[in-house]
Nanobody
Framework: VQLQAFGGGFVQTGGSLTLSCAASGFTFTDYAIGWFRQAPGKEREGIPCIRRSDGSTYYADSVKGRFTVSRDNAKNTVYLQMNNLKPEDTAVYYC????????????????WGQGTEVTVSS
């Protein structure tokens, strides 16, 4: 199983970034998929998840209205569009998938790969 996230970088407050994640080694369409982030000294925070069954999406309150998760099943890729970025969004972002589709609601991820770092300056 491989999940490789791309697209991180340095951005100013209010800016936008789009992260992408290429998945391989498993049947992409069999799983929900999403993202979590981890800032230095803080606990891991699940942010968005998109189910495999009906494409329903779930977001943490901290990113609701600013972030959008989407998936391209033909390309085995998941995206995270991040708008109106804030300094508190600074973290390493990981794409991940849960063992079960219903685990998406709780951002209960079981597998993840290399992250990509996002830094938002104030």
């Amino acid at each position: 199983v491989q999940l490789q996230a791309f697209g991180g970088g340095f951005v100013q407050t209010g800016g936008s970034l789009t992260l992408s994640c290429a998945a391989s080694g498993f049947t992409f369409t069999d799983y929900a998929i999403g993202w979590f982030r981890q800032a230095p000294g803080k606990e891991r925070e699940g942010i968005p998840c998109i189910r495999r069954s009906d494409g329903s999406t779930y977001y943490a309150d901290s990113v609701k209205g600013r972030f959008t998760v989407s998936r391209d099943n033909a390309k085995n890729t998941v995206y995270l569009q991040m708008n109106n970025l804030k300094p508190e969004d600074t973290a390493v972002y990981y794409c991940a998938f849960p063992r079960y589709d219903t685990s998406c609601l709780a951002f209960d991820y079981h597998y993840w790969g290399q992250g990509t770092e996002v830094t938002v300056s104030s």
